[in-house]
T-cell receptor
Framework: QKEVEQDPGPLSVPEGAIVSLNCTYS??????FMWYRQYSRKGPELLMY????GNKEDGRFTAQVDKSSKYISLFIRDSQPSDSATYLC?????????FGKGTLLTVNP | DSGVTQTPKHLITATGQRVTLRCSPR?????VYWYQQSLDQGLQFLIH???????AKGNILERFSAQQFPDLHSELNLSSLELGDSALYFC????????????FGPGTRLLVL
């Protein structure tokens, strides 16, 4: 079993839709959880960062962590064509990050 | 712009050759991480340096090596290149003082023919 599992998609939604992106993990030692967005041919950029179980909101983005189920989610409200990108979940312990393979999202105008 | 720079942007070379990728971290950052991103493996952690010293190793092949210099820039050396080494190589930096956000550079796209 891989340490981090992420559905690669692709996921295609109409503009304005609510998007749900998910990852599961097997390593209970992970201490912090992140979501990165990566546009084609660019480096990943951080969207959300959280340590604890529960929800964290930032504008149209909500990160949800459930440590008991080893499950994290990213919700995007009112999705925009500019949100079209690959979304990578990442989980860390000490100084090491382990990434999911990424979900390719397309938001259609 | 993350503040992390990487050169070159693109590199095309032949099997068996050796290349060097360069990374300059954000101003003030002491930690540098190297990653390899391929379509089938995703983003794989290779190695981490903090203030010139190797701190952690991930899935880095013996043909690959890295170092961080006194001015904190880092180089990733890839030797005896194989077709399967074709990938995007990213570096990321943090201040190194804790479990922090990693800021990624724009990457070097390596194509081995």
């Amino acid at each position: 079993q891989k340490e981090v599992e992420q559905d690669p998609g692709p996921l295609s939604v109409p503009e304005g839709a609510i998007v749900s992106l998910n990852c599961t993990y097997s390593n209970s030692a992970f201490q912090y959880f992140m979501w990165y967005r990566q546009y084609s041919r660019k480096g990943p950029e951080l969207l959300m960062y959280t340590y604890s179980s529960g929800n964290k909101e930032d504008g149209r983005f909500t990160a949800q962590v459930d440590k008991s189920s080893k499950y994290i989610s990213l919700f995007i409200r009112d999705s925009q064509p500019s949100d079209s990108a690959t979304y990578l979940c990442a989980m860390g312990v000490n100084y090491k990050l382990t990434f999911g393979k990424g979900t390719l999202l397309t938001v259609n105008p | 712009d993350s503040g992390v720079t990487q050169t070159p942007k693109h590199l095309i070379t032949a099997t068996g050759q050796r290349v060097t990728l360069r990374c300059s971290p954000r101003s003030g950052d002491l930690s540098v991480y190297w990653y390899q991103q391929s379509l089938d493996q995703g983003l794989q952690f290779l190695i981490h340096y903090y203030n010139g010293e190797e701190r952690a190793k991930g899935n880095i092949l013996e043909r690959f090596s890295a170092q961080q210099f006194p001015d904190l820039h880092s180089e990733l050396n890839l030797s005896s290149l194989e077709l399967g080494d074709s990938a995007l190589y990213f570096c990321a930096s943090t201040s190194g003082r804790g479990q922090e956000t990693q800021y990624f550079g724009p990457g070097t796209r390596l194509l081995v023919l």
